[in-house]
């Protein structure tokens, strides 16, 4: 399990090939991830992107657990259960109201949010923003932090957790071994990477090297079907899609 | 080598018309396509520009390894050979050779123990 960096904004590699192997750059998915969580999707569920952002972080506690169980911060907000409750039971009445659609709860949903919002910021200590490098800023927005508050994790803990939880090693290993399990922040990824919030440059997706990396990544499980262990299968695809995306898809990005 | 049951294959108007049109054999085609699939020489040089014909005859092997029963039968052979490739040993093709020999003799040994089985 990898250890969880808790001061920056750690990007793995793994992460960065999911990302701009396919056209799209780091901070514009973490920004779009981030914008949409939605609190009140806590207490319910759909299959909008909003419901898989906000579950991707939520999924990623056990990432964080299972690597430091002791990172989990020490506030708790006990002492505000007066005044934080009743917003609480609005959304957890809200998410039973079968009268509403699912667009319509969640705008309901966010207006609650903004009042649960107002009588938790106080207690809120991180800023509404975080630093991926000296020139890249991420707005970190209201329904992400209150996410934060009440899991008890700080904002560069759970995007790092998350950036984690993404990777097309183990997507590929998995779906190759037939071993797929539940990964919200991949179902965002991969809504993404299929078009969703026009994050891909396309410029890049005609690029002689994106289409050999593809060719490449086509024949994995051909190549390798002899491996039937999922984490020796992870490992050489992991090791393969680094090659490839430095011998094909770097050269794109440096040539910029 | 195997008996020939090449004159019982059923050939399909496209490929007897791409024969026809360019001049080939049907015999030599699949003649070819057969010299050119060697599996222990493709787990070792799963790159090599020749490696068509070995990527045909294993996506013809990848729905055979939908089976649980397969794979847990011979899973000994897979690990061998996962670790012989993964090791990076001297002479990949040799030994993933002398695995898939020892494999097929399994095979044959099972399928006989299996037809005893049944009389």
Same mark, same amino acid.
């Given at each position: 399990?990898?250890?969880?960096?808790?001061?920056?904004?750690d990007v793995?590699?793994?992460?960065?090939?999911?990302?701009e192997?396919?056209?799209?750059m780091?901070?514009?998915f973490?920004?779009?991830?981030?914008?949409?969580?939605?609190f009140a999707?806590?207490?319910?569920h759909?299959?909008?992107?909003?419901?898989?952002?906000?579950k991707?972080?939520?999924?990623?506690?056990?990432?964080?657990?299972k690597a430091?169980?002791?990172?989990k911060?020490?506030?708790?907000?006990?002492e505000?259960g007066?005044?934080?409750?009743p917003?609480i039971r609005?959304?957890?009445?809200?998410?039973?109201?079968?009268s509403?659609?699912?667009?319509?709860?969640?705008?309901?949903?966010?207006?609650?949010?903004?009042?649960?919002?107002?009588?938790?910021?106080?207690?809120i200590?991180h800023?509404?923003?975080?630093?991926?490098?000296?020139?890249?800023?991420?707005?970190l927005t209201?329904?992400?932090l209150?996410?934060c508050?009440i899991h008890?994790f700080?904002p560069?803990?759970?995007?790092?957790a998350?950036?984690?939880?993404?990777?097309?090693a183990d997507?590929?290993?998995?779906?190759?071994?037939d071993?797929?399990?539940?990964?919200?922040a991949?179902?965002?990824?991969?809504r993404v990477?299929?078009?969703?919030?026009?994050?891909?440059?396309?410029n890049?997706?005609?690029?002689?090297?994106?289409?050999?990396f593809?060719?490449?990544?086509?024949?994995f499980d051909?190549?390798?079907?002899?491996?039937?262990?999922l984490?020796?299968r992870?490992?050489?695809?992991?090791?393969?899609l680094?090659?490839?995306?430095?011998?094909k898809?770097n050269?794109?990005?440096d040539?910029? | 080598?195997m008996?020939?049951k090449?004159?019982?294959?059923?050939?399909?108007?496209?490929?007897?018309?791409?024969c026809e049109?360019?001049?080939?054999?049907p015999?030599?085609?699949?003649?070819k396509f057969?010299?050119?699939?060697s599996?222990?020489?493709?787990?070792?040089?799963?790159?090599?520009?020749d490696r068509?014909?070995n990527t045909?005859?294993?996506e013809?092997?990848?729905?055979?390894?939908?089976? @649980?029963e397969?794979?847990?039968?011979?899973?000994?052979?897979? $690990?061998?050979i996962?670790? /012989? %490739? =993964?090791? *990076?040993? @001297?002479?990949k093709?040799?030994?993933?050779?002398e695995?898939? $020999?020892?494999?097929?003799? /399994? %095979? =044959?040994? *099972?399928?006989i123990e299996?037809v005893m089985k049944?009389?």
């Open positions: 399990m990898n250890k969880i960096e808790t001061e920056f904004l793995p590699m793994d992460f960065r090939i999911a990302c192997a396919f056209g799209i780091v901070p514009d973490l920004q779009l991830i981030i914008r949409h969580v939605s999707n806590l207490f319910m759909d299959d909008s992107e909003y419901d898989l952002a906000t991707a972080f939520v999924q990623s506690d056990d990432k964080i657990t430091q169980p002791d990172l911060g020490k506030q708790t907000l006990g505000h007066k005044t934080i409750l917003h609005s959304l957890v009445k809200l998410s039973m109201n079968r509403y659609s699912k667009t319509m709860k969640r705008e309901k949903g966010r207006k609650i949010t903004d009042k649960l919002y107002r009588v938790c910021s106080p207690h200590k800023k509404p923003y975080l630093y991926l490098n000296e020139e890249t800023k991420l707005t209201k329904d992400f209150l996410v508050l008890q700080s560069t803990v759970y995007i790092n998350l950036m984690q939880c993404i990777s097309l997507l590929y290993a998995r779906q190759h071994l071993k797929l399990v539940y990964n919200a991949l179902g965002f990824y991969i990477q299929h078009g969703y919030g026009h994050l891909m440059d396309t890049h997706i005609n690029t002689l090297g994106f289409k050999d593809i060719l490449d990544l086509q024949e051909v190549r390798y079907f002899f491996i039937r262990d984490e020796k992870t490992a050489v695809y992991r090791a393969r680094e090659e490839v995306f430095e011998e898809i050269q794109y990005y040539g910029e | 080598m008996e020939n090449i004159n019982k294959l059923d050939f399909k108007p496209d490929f007897i018309q791409a049109i360019f001049d080939l054999e015999h030599d085609v699949l003649q057969i010299d050119s699939v599996i222990p020489y493709f787990i070792a040089n799963p790159m090599n520009p068509w014909a045909f005859m294993v013809c092997i990848l729905t055979r390894l939908e089976s @649980e397969l794979l847990e039968r011979y899973s000994v052979f897979f $690990d061998r996962t670790e /012989a %490739v =993964l090791n *990076d040993m @001297e002479n093709d040799q030994v993933a050779r695995i898939m $020999d020892e494999w097929h003799r /399994a %095979v =044959l040994e *099972d399928r299996d049944k009389q």
